[in-house]
T-cell receptor
């Protein structure tokens, strides 16, 4: 069964600290994995997208990693800011048997001053 | 920049009225468009998938006569909430599948900013 699991479900950190969010998937065949940031009351905004051959991709203070062998991805946030408080959603796209997009439940990050 | 737009960004209506939400792909043709609903503090829930020129495929539990989807062109899809009731109040998000130049022609889903519907 195609699934995307994220952990932790929620996380509270202090401003300036680093954090890492995890995403494990069982989607096959794999096409790409994307991390989105969703602020409350807004649509998801793409942070990174990685295909099978990519191991890491950065976007400012966000760095995503992908291990296609173990089917794991992580999103590392460096020097967190209050504006990083949001839900972070891992989404895996598969083209097997038609285009499918499988969503993780998201990690809610709270950054406190 | 954004590659998918939605209009309106928010709407308040009276119970019993119908509301139309537009979703447009900007500068690319969307082979497929998706409509999601999201309640507070919950994940996105897929409502329906539509391909241009054909009928939408609705997820289980979503009333097709209540949520009318029209995918008239490769850049426009509309969701009409008919006879809206307070329980239809939610955040509606559309998504378009395509390969916009602005995104390096990566074929995946791109999300709109969402529409907040409040039914009084």
């Amino acid at each position: 069964k195609n699934q995307v699991e994220q952990s932790p479900q929620s996380l509270i950190i202090l401003e300036g600290k680093n954090c890492t969010l995890q995403c494990n998937y069982t989607v096959s065949p794999f096409s790409n994995l994307r991390w989105y940031k969703q602020d409350t009351g807004r649509g998801p905004v793409s942070l990174t997208i990685m295909t099978f051959s990519e191991n890491t991709k950065s976007n400012g203070r966000y760095t995503a990693t992908l291990d296609a062998d173990t089917k794991q991805s992580s999103l590392h946030i460096t020097a967190s800011q209050l504006s990083d408080s949001a839900s972070y959603i891992c989404v895996v796209t598969s083209w097997g048997g038609g285009f499918k997009t499988i969503f993780g439940a998201g990690t809610r990050l709270f950054v406190k001053a | 920049g954004a590659v998918v737009s939605q209009h309106p960004s928010w709407v308040i209506c009276k119970s019993g009225t119908s509301v139309k939400i537009e979703c447009r792909s900007l500068d690319f043709q969307a082979t497929t468009m998706f409509w999601y609903r999201q309640f507070p503090k919950q994940s996105l829930m897929l409502m329906a998938t539509s391909n241009e020129g054909s009928k939408a495929t609705y997820e289980q539990g979503v009333e097709k006569d209540k949520f009318l989807i029209n995918h008239a062109s490769l850049t426009l899809s509309t969701l009409t909430v008919t006879s809206a009731h307070p329980e239809d109040s939610s955040f509606y998000i559309c998504s378009a599948r395509g390969s916009p130049i602005a995104e390096g022609r990566t074929d995946t889903q791109y999300f709109g900013p969402g529409t907040r519907l409040t039914v009084l």
